[in-house]
C-alpha cells in the first residue's frame, strides 16, 4: 500500500508521535509543494527529532514565504538559534520584528544577552524594564546586568531596577550589592545604611562567597578588604594558570626594539587617563621603543579629540574587531609587550589578555588593583600602593617604580589662572574644606567626617562636586542630619577641564575620600596647587594618594587612620596659617619633584620594560621588580609661566 503524500497525512503522522513517517512525507510533499504551512510542519517535526539547525533553518523559510504566521515563525527561528548557540543569527533576525521585541520578554531577553555579550548594553537598556518586570528571574537578573553595564548613564530608573529585584529576591546578597552599587552612584545614604550593615554582618559570619558575584570595580567603593576585593569577579573572563603556562611556551622573535603595545578605549586628549599618561607616549624612546596604540575609543569621544595622536605611537583602531581579530591583530605586530590601561573599568576589553595576545602582559594605571581572572604578567606601582603585604591577594608580580606609579603629563595641561572666590559664589571669609571626587567615592562614612570637620571649624564650609542634583540633594541632607547648616554646604558641577582647574586653589584645604582616593583628581588638586588631606589605605584604591603626596613632597598631609584626619582638618581649619607653607611648598616642588616629571618617569618605566623583556628572553618566569631609582635632580625639569 502506498503512503498517501499530503499535508493531511503528513500532519497526522506528526500529531500521533510518528515523527520519521511525518518527515519522510513532508519532504516528498515538498518535491511539488513548497508554502509556509508545509515548512512549518518541516520545522516542527525536525525539532522533535532533536535537529535544532534544521529546525531554525526552516521556521526562517516558512517567515520568508509568508502568510499569517510569519511573525510566529521567525520568532521560532529566533530562538531556536538562540539555543543551539547562533546568537548572532538570532540577532539578524530579531532586526526583522523590531516591534515584538519590546513587547515579548523571552524575545528580550535573546537580542538583550546577545548585545551584552557583545559589549553593546547601552543599546541593549530599551530592554531593560520589560526585563525586569518578567516573572522569569533569568530575565529579572538581565535586566540587572545591563543596569550594572552602564552605570555611569546616572539613570536613576536603575535604583528602582534593583529594588525591584531585591524585593522578589530579598535574600540574595548579590542582589543587595548590586542595589548598594546604584545606591552609591546616586549617593541614597538612607538605603547604603540600611543594607550595607547586612552585607557586613554576612562577612561577620564568615560568608564571603557571594562576594565573587559583586564587580570588581564596584567592589573597591565599600571595601578596602584585599582578600575581598580579590573575591569579586563578577564582570571578569574565565581564567586558569594553564593558560599563561601555554603564552609563556609560545614562539616568539624578539627584535632589536622593544614593541609595546597599549590597549585602550580612553585615547582621546579629553580622557583623564591621556591627562595622565599623554606626555609618556610623547616621551617614548623611539630609538629603543615601538610604540603601538590598539585603539578601541568610542568615535563620538574621538570627535573631541584635539591632539595629534600621530605623536603617541602608531594608531589602530580595533573598535569593530571581534577579540580573536585583536589578538590576530597584535600577533601580527610582534608585540613584546601588551599593557592594559583599563582593568575593569568600564569599556574594557580585557578577555584579549585571556588569549595569548603577547609573550609579556601587563596591567598599569586603568584600575588600582588585581586585575583578577585576567592573564597577566605583572601589575605596574610604587612601594606606597604595592607593598610586601599585598602581595598574597595579586596574581600578577608587581613592578614597581621608585617615586610613583602614576605619570601626570605637565606639557599639555596648563597652569589653573587666578579667579575669584566671589565668581563662583563663595564666601570670602570661609575656610573651605574641597572635594572634587566622584560621589560614589563619598561613603556615608566620609560624610560624617567631614560633618565633624566643618562643625568643629567656626568658619568651615564644605564645597562639593557632584554627579547630578539628585546625589547633590541627598548629600546635603546627610550632612543636615548629622547637624551642619544647610548656609555651610556649597556645591558645584562639573564644567570643562581649564575652567575647573581654576577653581580647584579657592579650597583651602582638599578633603580625599576612602577606600577609593582620588587617582586624577588628587594629582589634579595638586597641579592646581592646593593642599590634600589624606589618611594611610589598606588597599591600592585607598593608598593613590598617600603615593602622590610623597611624590610631590607632603607627607605631613597624610594622616594615620580616620581620628587622626579629623584632627589635623580642624587643626588646619582653625589655623590656616599652617597651610601657607604646605602650599609654598606644593608651588616649589611642582615643577621639579618626580610627581610631574614626566621625563623621569618614562626612563623608570623603560627601564622596567627592558627589565621584564631580558628575563623573558633568558626563559626566566615574570618574578616581582623593583626598579632602581635614577639620582635626584639638581633642579627644575622644566619652566613654565602660562
Avoid at 166 to 194: C, G
Avoid at 218 to 224: A, D, S, V
Avoid at 478 to 484: D, Q, R, S, T
Avoid at 546 to 562: F, K, T
Amino acid at each position: 500500500m502506498l503512503t498517501e503524500i499530503s499535508y493531511k497525512a503528513a500532519s497526522q503522522h506528526f500529531r500521533s508521535g510518528d515523527y520519521t513517517s511525518s518527515l519522510v512525507t513532508i519532504n516528498r510533499l515538498l518535491e511539488v509543494q513548497k508554502d509556509a504551512r508545509t515548512y512549518t510542519l518541516l520545522a516542527r517535526t525536525l525539532k522533535q527529532l532533536g535537529h535544532k539547525a534544521e529546525a531554525a533553518q526552516s521556521f526562517q523559510l516558512a517567515a520568508e514565504l509568508g502568510g499569517q504566521h510569519a511573525d510566529d515563525n521567525l520568532i521560532d527561528a529566533i530562538k531556536l538559534n538562540f539555543e543551539i548557540g547562533e546568537k548572532d543569527k538570532a540577532l539578524a533576525l530579531a532586526n526583522r520584528i523590531l516591534p515584538k521585541l519590546t513587547r515579548d520578554p523571552e524575545l528580550a531577553f535573546i537580542v538583550a544577552s546577545t548585545l551584552v555579550e557583545r559589549g553593546e548594553a547601552r543599546i541593549a537598556r530599551v530592554f531593560k524594564t520589560l526585563l525586569i518586570r518578567s516573572k522569569e528571574l533569568p530575565h529579572m537578573l538581565l535586566g540587572a546586568r545591563i543596569s550594572l553595564n552602564t552605570w555611569d548613564m546616572f539613570d536613576p530608573s536603575d535604583i528602582e531596577t534593583a529594588r525591584v529585584l531585591l524585593s522578589r529576591i530579598p535574600n540574595s546578597q548579590p542582589v543587595r550589592l548590586m542595589y548598594l552599587t546604584f545606591s552609591r552612584e546616586h549617593s541614597k545614604y538612607d538605603a547604603i545604611e540600611r543594607h550595607q550593615p547586612i552585607i557586613d554582618a554576612e562577612l561577620a559570619s564568615g560568608e564571603t562567597d557571594f562576594v565573587r558575584m559583586d564587580g570588581t570595580f564596584f567592589n573597591l567603593h565599600w571595601t578596602g578588604n584585599e582578600h575581598l576585593n580579590q573575591l569579586a569577579r563578577s564582570n571578569t573572563p574565565r581564567f586558569s594558570p594553564e593558560m599563561t603556562a601555554i603564552r609563556h611556551q609560545m614562539p616568539h622573535t624578539w627584535g632589536d626594539k622593544i614593541r609595546v603595545g597599549y590597549l585602550s578605549s580612553d585615547l582621546f586628549d579629553k580622557h583623564a587617563t591621556m591627562k595622565l599618561i599623554r606626555r609618556v607616549f610623547e616621551l617614548h624612546d623611539r630609538d629603543r621603543f615601538e610604540v603601538t596604540l590598539f585603539c578601541h575609543t568610542d568615535p563620538k569621544m574621538l570627535a573631541t579629540n584635539e591632539a595629534n595622536r600621530e605623536e603617541w605611537g602608531n594608531v589602530v583602531t580595533v573598535r569593530d574587531l571581534s577579540d580573536e581579530e585583536i589578538v590576530a591583530e597584535i600577533r601580527s605586530r610582534n608585540i613584546d609587550i601588551l599593557v592594559d590601561l583599563k582593568g575593569h573599568t568600564i569599556g574594557t576589553r580585557n578577555t584579549v589578555f585571556n588569549m595569548q595576545a603577547a609573550p609579556i602582559q601587563v596591567a598599569w594605571l586603568g584600575f588600582p588593583g588585581s586585575t583578577v581572572n585576567v592573564d597577566l604578567d605583572y601589575a605596574v606601582g610604587d612601594k606606597y600602593v604595592l607593598p610586601d603585604s599585598s602581595k598574597p591577594h595579586y596574581y600578577e608580580k608587581f613592578c614597581r617604580l621608585p617615586e610613583t606609579y602614576q605619570p601626570n603629563d605637565p606639557v599639555n595641561r596648563p597652569l589653573a589662572k587666578p579667579m575669584t572666590r566671589k565668581e563662583v559664589g563663595l564666601p570670602e571669609d570661609a575656610f573651605i574644606y574641597g572635594s572634587f571626587n566622584a560621589n560614589r567615592k563619598i561613603t556615608p562614612q566620609m560624610l560624617d567626617m567631614w560633618a565633624d570637620i566643618v562643625k568643629s571649624t567656626p568658619n568651615g564650609i564644605l564645597w562639593i562636586l557632584t554627579n547630578n542634583a539628585e546625589s547633590r540633594m541627598n548629600i546635603q541632607k546627610k550632612l543636615v542630619a548629622a547637624g551642619v547648616p544647610a548656609k555651610r554646604i556649597f556645591f558645584m558641577t562639573k564644567m570643562q577641564f581649564e575652567h575647573h582647574l581654576n577653581r580647584i586653589p579657592l579650597a583651602d584645604l582638599g578633603l580625599d575620600t576612602y577606600p577609593v582616593n582620588g587617582h586624577t583628581t588628587t594629582s589634579e588638586m595638586l597641579w592646581a596647587g592646593l593642599p590634600v588631606l589624606t589618611y594611610k589605605g589598606t588597599n591600592f584604591a585607598s593608598r593613590v594618594s598617600q603615593s602622590l603626596l610623597h611624590a610631590i613632597g607632603l607627607p605631613e598631609l597624610i594622616a594615620e587612620d580616620e581620628n587622626d584626619y579629623v584632627r589635623l582638618a580642624v587643626e588646619f581649619g582653625k589655623n590656616p596659617e599652617q597651610l601657607k607653607p604646605l602650599r609654598q611648598r606644593l608651588e616649589d616642588n611642582r615643577l621639579k619633584s618626580p610627581l610631574f616629571d614626566d621625563e623621569r618617569f618614562t626612563l623608570h618605566l623603560e627601564t622596567a620594560y627592558e627589565t621584564m623583556v631580558e628575563r623573558a628572553k633568558n626563559g626566566l618566569k615574570p618574578d616581582h621588580i623593583d626598579v632602581a631609582c635614577l639620582p635626584a635632580r639638581s633642579g627644575p625639569f622644566m619652566e613654565k609661566s602660562d
